[in-house]
Nanobody, 124 residues
């Protein structure tokens, strides 16, 4: 059973930074492409960033490109999302996803496993 546990969310002022972590159980983490998504109140879930299993290729939504960085540390079965220059519109529950299945990894796609989410609130 693969489990994903996000952490690092919280309340931050606009312009501040947060780093989200997603710890993944199981022995096959290094074979998974990983993604971050977010869902704001009253809105659909949207793609934020993704990283291939090797970590060589990364993808970002236009709304976060240049401000957020996705990375992974396979030895610790963990993927990170460094968020800088945060804006109030970044407020959402952020979800980690593992094992990309189909679609376009560069703009979202489908994943097999999901975490429970971590709240990020950016005050103006």
């Amino acid at each position: 059973q693969v489990q994903l546990v996000e952490s690092g969310g919280g309340l931050v002022q606009a312009g501040g930074s947060l780093r989200l972590s997603c710890a993944v159980s199981g022995r096959t983490f290094s074979t998974y492409a990983m993604g971050w998504f977010r869902q704001a109140p009253g809105k659909e879930r949207e793609f934020v960033a993704a990283i291939t299993a090797s970590g060589i290729n990364t993808y970002y939504s236009d709304s976060v490109k240049g401000r957020f960085t996705i990375s992974r540390y396979n030895a610790k079965n963990t993927v990170y999302l460094q968020m800088n220059s945060l804006k109030p519109e970044d407020t959402a529950v952020y979800y980690c996803a593992a094992e990309f299945k189909r679609g376009s990894i560069a703009s979202g796609g489908e994943y097999t496993y999901w975490g429970q989410g971590t709240q990020v609130t950016v005050s103006s």
